[in-house]
């Protein structure tokens, strides 16, 4: 049990940094709003994993999934909310580069 | 047998994130983006985790794919000629990206040895809706205004600018 348990903590607490790393390196490179959403995206999916992972070892996963639901309710307004942002950034510069937002007035 | 499974649910979300990032077109790299979302769902459920598992189905895979295609087709898409431009200019950004990746994964493969947790932990209980309604009120608190906060947002996001009488 304990064998596998730390297999577990290996394999993922390998994989979630690699996820983060994707979401950062996506945001920092990219001139696409919708992409630089789509990295939030991705560093979200990280932290959930990274949360359940924790809830899992420490035997408290009904925790761990208050968490992850929480998140998922700020993750869909997020998205929602920002994709509204990114439409009027459309709408105004016909374009969806970062550097409108800089043109932004307020 | 089952470090195996956790093995290739692992590295099947890995190359799905990164799917999701060097995908040329959006359309594909939304789809890429719900395919992680999808291997987040079965990690999930192989951790005793069904209720959030279903929540990020059907809100993270679903909903927020549906949110992702909405506004791509509210936006222009590019030209043939455009997208032979971009492709080019893409790949200059993000070739870098898998090699270190992989190199990540090799170090991190390396240097993060198999560990234990021997010490005892508190348990809140196993019922995901009592810990949920009993133990952490100030979210539900919290997820309602956040709900709220979002619903105005977009209010005024879409306002008509004729009606609210002056020019934002």
């Known amino acids: 049990m304990i064998d596998n348990l730390s297999m577990l903590l290996k394999v993922y607490l390998t994989a ?49 999934q208050s968490l992850i639901i929480t ?24 374009s969806l580069h970062v550097r409108n937002i800089k043109h932004l007035r307020g | 047998m089952t470090s195996v499974i956790d093995i290739i649910l692992a590295v099947l979300t890995t190359l799905a994130a990164l799917w999701a990032v060097m995908k040329g077109t959006l359309l594909r790299a939304a789809i890429a983006l719900a395919a992680t979302s999808v291997m987040v769902t079965i990690i999930l459920f192989r951790l005793n985790a069904p209720l959030a ?5 059907s809100v993270c895979a679903g909903l927020i794919t549906v949110i992702f295609m909405s506004t791509l087709s509210l936006t222009k ?9 971009h ?8 070739w870098l990206l898998p090699p270190i990746v992989g190199i990540a994964a090799i170090a991190l493969a390396i240097f993060i040895k198999p560990f234990s947790l021997y010490f005892p932990f508190a348990t809140s209980g196993t019922d995901v809706r009592s810990t949920l309604w009993n133990l952490r009120q100030a979210d539900i608190i919290g997820q309602i ?24």
């Open chain 2, 145 to 168: 205004l956040i709900l709220l906060v979002g619903v105005f947002g977009i209010i005024v996001l879409f306002k008509d600018k004729k009606k609210s009488g002056k020019e934002i």
């Open chain 2, 53 to 57: 598992a279903v929540f990020e189905l």
């Open chain 2, 87 to 94: 492709t080019k200019k893409r790949f200059s950004r993000y």
């Open chain 2, 77 to 85: 898409p590019r030209t043939y000629e455009e997208n032979m431009q």
């Open chain 1, 71 to 94: 998140l998922i309710v700020v993750e869909a307004v997020v998205v929602a909310t920002a994709a509204g942002v990114i439409l009027n950034v459309f709408k105004n510069n016909n």
């Open chain 1, 16 to 64: 979630i940094p690699l996820i983060v790393l994707i979401g950062v390196y996506c945001i920092v490179v990219t001139h696409n709003l919708i992409r630089v959403l789509i990295g939030v995206e991705i560093l979200t999916k990280a932290v959930t994993l990274l949360l359940i992972i924790a809830g899992y070892v420490t035997n408290n996963t009904a925790f761990a």
